[in-house]
């Protein structure tokens, strides 16, 4: 059996089912408005290096020489070089010794992760909804993403992070195209005690399909396509899908864990996603134990410039 190929089929949650099988006119309206605007934002030229980058194994000169140019990117890597997560004893003041202190892969993280947020920077938090804290989420289910593809020796494992950290782009979306609509559907959720997922599709809005249809305007590979579309539900017509498997197993291990404060996400049983992806409990156990060790860091070099 091919990779990826799901043994049976595995029944659907809640929130897959009603959103897959709803009338989808309303949400045939809204994704009209959103072909039609001009106004969202492109991701800037030094987001798609750092791609084409991370799909090789890059050195410290070629990370170099693609973030060097962005001053306000290269001012908050040294930021994070000189604050108390590094403890280093002497001022760090080049870009080139930052990476060589942080490491190739953890710049290329921060670079990446500072370009998307950068993006979508004039977004401001509302009622239920803290922008702070889904990037807090983004990153920590990046981060997660990540070990889970590492503990399972997957090839290509550092562009979890990436998959990861844009999993919920779509919630962005409904903010920035759609402000008021999203904050009857926060108030809505935060009365029900549901999945924000069933809310926004309820008002034909889902995140997944609206993250899925950026990534796509942004140019992005298909498998950010898939994780944003499918991470609430990796079991599609028989088929398993693993990256979005990978992402949702992250997904859920950081709202179960509490590594951010962000409500209303996707809940579900942990066992069947450890099945099928080959995870053994105790080595899951263990990336848990893990996380918990690393989210005060995680949260001092990035809360700072999210």
């Given at each position: 059996m091919a990779k990826g190929e799901a043994e049976h089929i595995v029944p659907i949650s809640e929130a897959q089912s009603y959103s897959e099988v709803r009338d989808m006119t309303a949400m045939r309206v809204s994704h009209n408005k959103i072909l039609e605007t001009k106004k969202?934002?492109?991701?800037?030229?030094?987001?798609?290096?750092?791609l084409d980058l991370l799909s090789s194994d890059p050195d410290v000169h070629e990370l170099e020489e693609v973030i060097r140019y962005d001053q306000a990117l290269t001012a908050k890597i040294l930021s994070v070089?000189?604050?108390?997560?590094?403890?280093?004893?002497?001022?760090?003041?080049?870009?080139?010794?930052?990476?060589?202190?942080?490491?190739?892969?953890?710049?290329?993280?921060?670079?990446?992760g500072v370009c998307i947020a950068?993006?979508?920077?004039?977004?401001?938090?509302?009622?239920?909804?803290?922008?702070?804290?889904?990037?807090?989420?983004?990153?920590?289910t990046g981060i997660t993403s990540r070990i889970i593809a590492q503990a399972l020796d997957?090839?290509?494992?550092?562009?979890?992070?990436?998959?990861?950290?844009?999993?919920?782009?779509?919630?962005?979306?409904?903010?920035?195209?759609?402000?008021?609509?999203?904050?009857?559907v926060l108030e809505q959720?935060?009365?029900?005690?549901?999945?924000l997922l069933l809310e926004e599709a309820d008002a034909g809005l889902a995140h997944t399909w609206l993250g899925r249809?950026?990534?796509?305007?942004?140019?992005?590979?298909?498998?950010?396509?898939?994780?944003?579309?499918?991470?609430?539900?990796?079991?599609?017509?028989?088929?398993?899908?693993?990256?979005?498997?990978?992402?949702?197993?992250?997904?859920?291990?950081?709202h179960q864990l509490g590594l951010s404060?962000?409500?209303g996400g996707q809940r579900g049983e942990i066992g069947p996603l450890l099945s099928k992806l080959g995870l053994d409990e105790e080595l899951y156990t263990a990336i848990q134990d893990h996380l918990r060790f690393i989210r005060e860091n995680l949260l001092e070099v990035w809360g700072s410039f999210l």
């Open positions: 969202l934002p492109t991701l800037p030229t030094v987001a798609y290096r750092l070089a000189n604050s108390a997560y590094t403890n280093v004893q002497q001022e760090v003041d080049t870009l080139q010794r930052a990476i060589v202190i942080l490491g190739v892969r953890e710049i290329s993280d921060i670079a990446f950068s993006v979508l920077k004039p977004l401001k938090s509302v009622h239920f909804f803290d922008v702070k804290e889904f990037w807090i989420h983004s990153v920590a997957y090839e290509n494992e550092d562009r979890f992070f990436t998959l990861g950290l844009l999993h919920d782009i779509g919630r962005l979306v409904l903010l920035y195209l759609f402000p008021e609509v999203f904050k009857e959720r935060a009365k029900s005690g549901r999945e249809w950026l990534v796509r305007r942004w140019g992005l590979p298909e498998a950010f396509e898939s994780v944003a579309r499918f991470h609430h539900h990796p079991f599609q017509k028989g088929r398993f899908l693993f990256e979005p498997a990978v992402v949702k197993l992250a997904d859920l291990t950081v404060r962000l409500e």
